[in-house]
């Protein structure tokens, strides 16, 4: 388990989205990246992973599904989970890595892709 201050986190998870290659950052509309320590009960549900722990989740509408009627909404978001980052990296480099991993596998459902899909990439 590796501990580390809202700060510290925050920094890391900032540098993981500077390393975004630029095609995708000029291709990410109308999305917020924010960190909390633990998911809600709402959102295990949500995310149809109860009983597995849940790194990351992406709530609202991806790329694909919008059409000319999608203005005006509130940004969707992608939520990092501090704690459960933590707890399960061995070190603070696995921790880095897990957090890049976590930010691509939450863009990739911006983009539309599906779990199946993301499985299905490797990276």
């Given at each position: 388990m590796v501990e580390l201050s809202e700060?510290?986190?925050?920094?890391i998870v900032a540098q993981a989205l500077d390393d975004m290659p630029a095609w995708i950052s000029y291709r990410v509309q109308n999305l917020a990246v924010v960190i909390h320590p633990w998911p809600?009960?709402?959102?295990?549900?949500k995310s149809q992973k109860e009983g597995?722990?849940?790194?990351?989740?992406y709530e609202g509408i991806p790329l694909t599904r919008r059409g000319h009627g999608y203005r005006l909404v509130p940004p969707d978001r992608i939520t990092l989970?501090?704690?459960p980052l933590q707890r399960i990296?061995?070190?603070?480099e696995d921790l880095e890595r897990l957090i890049r991993r976590t930010v691509i596998h939450e863009i990739g459902h911006h983009f539309?892709?599906?779990e199946k899909d993301l499985k299905n990439l490797d990276f």
């Open positions: 700060e510290q986190f925050e920094k809600t009960p709402r959102q295990i549900q597995k722990m849940l790194l990351g989740l989970f501090q704690q990296a061995r070190d603070e539309g892709l599906s």
